[in-house]
């Protein structure tokens, strides 16, 4: 198994650098295209179907949920960009908005999904996830164990 180990830990070794960049153009360029699609804003169609739903002001929400979003997925990738303590600030924040957006998002329109498998079977979760990671580890690498 040790010899296994190895085996593959070289293999993986030179990709090591890029692997959180896998993380990051994904929810990045995802979180993106998701706001992207709903310009012009307002969104008409969400609009319309918060204003269903009986929420205030469903034009200034969903052109809200349209620019985090768009932000959001830029700031996840130019945090990873920029050096030092801005880089960081830029990922953080970012992430934290993709999990408000998120939440927001289970809870509006996804939330019969707690009940069931669906939220694990769905894009949704992974978002909220990696949202997360970057919310809670910024840019900061891993440090090797000393052992």
């Known amino acids: 198994m040790e010899r296994i180990n190895c085996y593959l830990d070289h293999i993986s070794r030179p990709f090591a650098p890029i692997a959180v960049w896998l993380l990051r153009l994904g929810l990045g ?23 269903k739903l009986g929420y205030a002001y469903p034009e200034i929400i969903t052109s809200a949920v349209a620019i985090g979003e768009v932000g959001a997925g830029v700031g996840i990738i130019l945090g990873g960009l920029i050096r030092g303590y801005v880089g960081n600030i830029i990922t953080k924040i970012s992430g934290g908005a ?28 992974f978002l909220f996830i990696l949202g997360s990671f970057f919310l809670i580890r910024g840019n900061k690498r891993e440090r090797p164990n000393s052992s």
């Open 29 to 51: 360029v995802a979180f993106f295209l998701h706001g992207f699609e709903k310009f012009p804003l307002p969104p008409e169609k969400m609009a319309n179907w918060f204003t």
């Open 98 to 125: 993709v999990v408000i957006i998120m939440v927001g998002a289970f809870i509006i329109a996804h939330s019969n999904w707690f009940f069931t498998f669906r939220l694990f079977m769905s894009e949704q979760i």
